[in-house]
């Protein structure tokens, strides 16, 4: 994709959001996906991969000829976000966009369809409940995509999914979504049962990368609430913060509001509502923190998020990989920042795939994050340069200090 290949309508539109060029899988996917090829798309998280699959779909709508292409998400939070992405850009097609969700009112659903919208957007549980009740005809669908298949994959919705795909019509374009390409092409293909083009972007984009600095902060596992207490206090803090349990995520909430730290936090055991405040309340910006599971590790996607926590290091790669994807998103700069024991340090090496260069000791002290030991500080060298991405050994420094020094000179 090229912005000159867009409308007139969606290249302001791309402007007014200060979008930079296409990324890698905006570029390559476009093409493909425009001309009704199976695909699937894989492309590190915070790549633009939403974007990168709905532009050129739009564009292959006929106006008021009914249901045409049909999203499928493992969680209604994904489905409300992409909902709300498409309705940003689908106005220029002169089409309408209808969420299908769970715990939601079906009947509203249900009438809500008789205005026959183009695009549906849903969770596999409802879509397929509304396909059993014919109130959507699958054959009729030119397009199904499966963002984040590698999740609907191993989600306890698949059996729907894969109903949902056998209703289909052997041209209906089919589509797949992931950041985990390596673990999800053999899922894929055997859940479609189709040929289908690898749009594997990983590489490129690793070279187009953000500048996301991955650092840990040595602290024992008694005192991690007191430091995240402390990290509350840092300027400009506003963090995603990840556990591994829910039970740890629910006690140290409890702590921070006992201590007067704002946050809020999601839950698999919450109820729509619940969520959709948290969400809301950390989009605007009312609270420091928002603490989750891997419930939020896949696809949220809030704008400047300067800091992942990781309070736990993650069990495994993937998860270290989609949790940190929540910063450094569309080339913004970005900090990881993991609280770990002395003795997890090879653990946090062996789920981040980074060598020791790249992984950075962080100190917390006065208010402030350096990459300097306290007891080792001139007044000349509170801050580390930015790093040169020539040599792999120099330290880097947290984006917002960065910033900082730039002022001060």
């Known amino acids: ?11 302001e539109q791309w402007q007014a959001k200060k979008f930079q060029e296409p990324t890698a899988i905006q570029q390559q996917a476009y093409e493909p996906l425009k001309q009704g090829e199976h695909i699937l798309g894989v492309s590190p998280t915070g790549t633009g991969k939403t974007i990168a699959y709905v532009l050129p779909l739009l564009e292959r709508l006929e106006p008021k000829e009914g249901n045409q292409l049909l999203v499928l998400l493992p969680t209604q939070e994904l ?22 969700i769970g715990q939601a009112n079906i ?25 059993q009740q014919k109130k959507i005809k699958a054959h009729l669908l030119k397009t199904v995509v499966l963002d984040e298949v590698d999740q609907l994959i191993a989600h306890s919705e698949l059996n729907a999914a894969q109903n949902i795909l056998k209703r289909l019509q052997q041209q209906t374009q089919l589509v797949g979504i992931s950041a985990t390409g390596q673990t999800v092409e053999a899922g894929f293909k055997e859940l479609v049962r189709r040929d289908f083009r690898l749009i594997d972007v990983t590489n490129e984009q690793a070279e187009q990368a953000a500048d996301v600095l991955h650092g ?20 400009g803090m506003r963090a995603i913060v990840f556990f591994n349990e829910v039970q740890d995520m629910g006690s140290v909430s409890d702590k921070l509001t006992y201590d007067g730290v704002a946050n809020v936090s999601l839950a698999s055991d919450q109820n729509k509502f619940e969520r959709q405040r948290a969400i809301q309340a950390f989009h605007e910006k009312k609270v420091p923190f928002l603490l989750t599971t891997d419930l939020g590790a896949r696809g949220l996607d809030f704008q400047e998020v300067d800091y992942v926590i990781h309070y736990d290091v993650p069990y495994g790669v993937e998860s270290y990989v989609h949790r940190s994807g929540r910063t450094g998103r569309m080339n913004r700069e970005g900090n ?20 020791s260069a790249d992984l950075h000791e962080v100190f917390l002290y006065g208010g402030k994050l350096s990459l300097t030991e306290p007891t080792k500080l001139t007044d000349s060298a509170k801050i580390k340069p930015k790093k040169d991405k020539k040599d792999s050994k120099a330290k880097k420094t947290p984006a917002k200090n960065k910033k900082k020094k730039a002022k001060k000179k």
Do not use: F
Request: hydrophobic fraction near 40%; charge should be positive; aromatic fraction near 4%.
């Open 79 to 100: 489905a409300i976000q992409v909902t709300d992405v498409i309705r940003e850009w689908i106005g220029a097609v002169d089409c309408s966009v209808q969420p299908l």
């Open 107 to 131: 009947k509203r659903q249900i009438e809500k369809l008789k205005d026959k919208p183009e695009v549906l957007v849903g969770t596999p549980g409802r879509v397929y409940e509304l396909v």
């Open 336 to 355: 990881v920042l993991t609280l770990l024991s002395d003795h997890q340090m090879k653990d946090l090496k062996n789920v981040s795939q980074r060598p």
């Open 1 to 11: 994709m090229k912005l000159t290949q867009l409308t007139q309508a969606w290249q």
């Open 216 to 235: 840990y902060i040595r602290t024992p596992l008694r005192k991690r609430g007191s430091v995240l207490k402390s990290l509350a206090h840092v300027d």
